[in-house]
């Protein structure tokens, strides 16, 4: 029966890790989620991150829009969502292995081209400090699930 053997296929995915899309980890990831969600709130980030969602999309049915879905970005390394076209600045910071620490996203949403020369995220930044610690803490708050 094509119907269960599908329905089967699912429970499994979904009981096999993480719910969401691999996010090619650097080794300090966990520190660096810790982190975020020390420095911010959740649930703040959540209504700053609706800034990001004409461009962006988090959760487990998440795909690219302008910008790349953010499931587990903190803690990764730049540039690795496989379908993503990046610009050639942020995959080769990716390659040298610069991560998303709490630090270099800071810089970044600040004011995206100070951190990436020439990214190709058109977005003015986010001046306030405290919405970018609380956004940084929405992120590190998704995509970090597993099953275990
Ligand atoms: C106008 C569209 C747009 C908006 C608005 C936008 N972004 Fe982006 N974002 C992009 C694009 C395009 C990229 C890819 C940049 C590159 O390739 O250089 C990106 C990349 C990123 C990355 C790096 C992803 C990775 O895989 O390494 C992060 C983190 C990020 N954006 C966070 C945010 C947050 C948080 C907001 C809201 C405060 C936001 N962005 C708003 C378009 C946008």
Known sequence: MKYSLTLAM????ASTGSVFADS??????????????????PEAGEAVFRK?????????????KVGPPLNGVVGAFLGQVD???Y????????EAGTAWTVENMDIYLTKPRDFVNGTR????????????ANVIAYLASVGTETDD
Not at 87 to 94: A, D, L, V
Not at 121 to 132: I, N, P, T, V
């Open 10 to 13: 699912v429970i499994a995915a």
């Open 121 to 132: 995220m058109s977005f003015a930044g986010l001046r306030d400090e405290e919405d970018r």
């Open 52 to 64: 990001c969602k004409s461009c962006h999309e988090v959760g487990p049915d998440a795909t690219s």
């Open 83 to 85: 379908d993503f076209r």
């Open 87 to 94: 610009s050639n600045t942020m995959e080769e910071m990716g």
């Open 24 to 41: 090619h980890a650097s080794p300090d990831q966990a520190a660096i989620i810790e982190q975020a969600l020390a420095g911010g709130d």
